[in-house]
């Protein structure tokens, strides 16, 4: 099973917005809802930010939102913030498995 | 507070064997599937399997089917992976989490941290 594809390395300003894509097939992203996100500051564990696509868990930030489309998911961050610096995971079942498959992970750097 | 607790940092010569731990609390620990993620020095993460507490039904993704052994003890909330013969390759650290399949993984465990040199 091979890796969602996810941009190596993203990078904003404060305050702006960007995007992470997450491009799977239509045995994992494109056919069901189970995409989530995860952040992942080097030396911590990773922390769940995204699940089933759109939903946010209590205590994740509004600026956090997830999208599909197709065969392509995707992480917006608005507002960047400074402590958004970290790497960033998308998942998403797989029928291939029927386990999750995680992406290849984006970089996101905050200039 | 729901939390995952993993055993400590381990170095291991290559050809020995390990066993590593996820202590769950918090929540009823047999409800719910803990999946084991490995990341190696500066590579992504990778799911190893899933485990269901309650009836040790064990998932494994190909890459690792035959390589590690993933159990769970109920009785002590704990699951496990082990390996019987360490490869240098095995150098990583691993997580466990709960949620797998379906679910995401929403608790995590800090980490074990494995080191296999000769």
């Known amino acids: 099973q091979s890796a969602l594809t996810q941009p190596a390395s993203v990078s904003g300003s404060l305050g702006q917005s960007i995007t992470i894509s997450c491009t799977g097939t239509?045995?994992?992203?494109?056919?069901?809802?189970?995409v989530s996100w995860y952040q992942h500051h080097p030396g911590k564990a990773p922390k769940l930010m995204i699940y089933e696509v759109i939903n946010r868990p209590s205590g994740v930030p509004a600026r956090f939102s997830g999208s599909k489309s197709g065969n392509t998911a995707s992480l917006t961050i608005s507002g960047l913030q400074a402590e958004d610096e970290a790497d960033y995971y998308c998942?998403?079942?797989?029928?291939?498995?029927?386990?999750?498959?995680f992406g290849t992970g984006t970089k996101v750097t905050v200039l | 507070e729901v939390q995952l607790v993993q055993s400590g940092a381990e170095v291991k010569k290559p050809g020995e064997s390990l066993k590593i731990s996820c202590k769950g609390s918090g929540y009823t620990f047999t409800n719910y599937w803990i999946g084991w993620v490995r990341q190696m020095p500066g590579k992504g993460l990778e799911l190893m399997g899933i485990i269901f507490p309650d009836d040790s039904d064990t998932r494994y993704s190909p890459s690792f089917q035959g390589q590690v052994t993933i159990s769970a003890d109920k009785s002590i909330s704990a699951a496990y992976v082990q390996w019987s013969s360490l490869k240098a390759s095995d150098t990583a650290m691993y997580y466990c989490?709960?949620?797998?399949?379906?679910?995401?993984?929403?608790?995590w465990g800090q980490g074990t941290m494995v080191t296999v040199s000769s």
């Open positions: 239509s045995d994992d992203v494109g056919g069901y809802n189970y």
């Open positions: 989490a709960v949620g797998g399949g379906n679910d995401a993984f929403d608790i």
């Open positions: 998942s998403s079942f797989t029928s291939t498995t029927t386990l999750g498959v």
